[in-house]
């Protein structure tokens, strides 16, 4: 695995919750909140978990301190969560940016709530957290359709098939 590995991973997902969240704000201020189905219930709070949990990991592998875990009601409206999804983006690339390979090796120790300690390399660290950010991504996909909208395709082979398509 490389950085570049990381990064794509990375822009992958952040090109997915651009699309989600051009659907989301279709969406009225009480089905962005409505209590559907799932872990978290409702599409704005799946995402603030998956949000909540990137920055998590970024600081486990000694990228900026995110504070206790993100609340949901700090999120009232969809702009104020695509705002702190930029911001944590900016971080996350900021981070990748000053990585090498190498890095991805490097050990960290953290613990997890009712698991206990642990230690991983960052790289397998950082690609759980874009791996954690796709599974919960698909179940916004499905709240988003029972609420009545069409999320679009955001798999992992369409965003090759634009990026691939932006460079020709």
């Not at 990375?10 to 969240?21: E, P, Q, S, T």
């Not at 990748?96 to 050990?107: A, H, I, P, V, Y």
């Amino acid at each position: 695995m490389t950085v570049e590995d990381v990064r794509r991973l990375f822009d992958y997902g952040y090109w997915a919750n651009r699309k989600l969240f051009q659907v989301m704000e279709q969406m009225t201020q009480d089905q962005f909140t409505q209590a559907v189905a799932g872990s978290y219930g409702s599409v704005r709070n799946t995402m603030v978990h998956v949000l909540s949990a990137e920055w998590g990991w970024l600081e486990r592998c000694g990228g900026p301190a995110r504070g206790p875990q993100l609340s949901a009601d700090d999120y009232p409206t969809v702009a104020a969560l695509a705002a702190a999804w930029a911001k944590v983006e900016a971080l996350l690339r900021g981070f990748l940016d000053t990585l090498r390979d190498e890095d991805l090796d490097r050990l960290v120790e953290f613990t997890i709530p009712r698991i206990g300690p642990r230690i991983m390399p960052i790289g397998e660290l950082l690609q759980h957290a874009a791996n954690h950010a796709v599974h919960h991504r698909g179940q916004v996909a499905l709240l988003l359709r029972v609420l009545g909208y069409t999320p679009g395709n955001v798999d992992l082979l369409i965003y090759d098939f634009e990026a691939r398509a932006s460079t020709v």
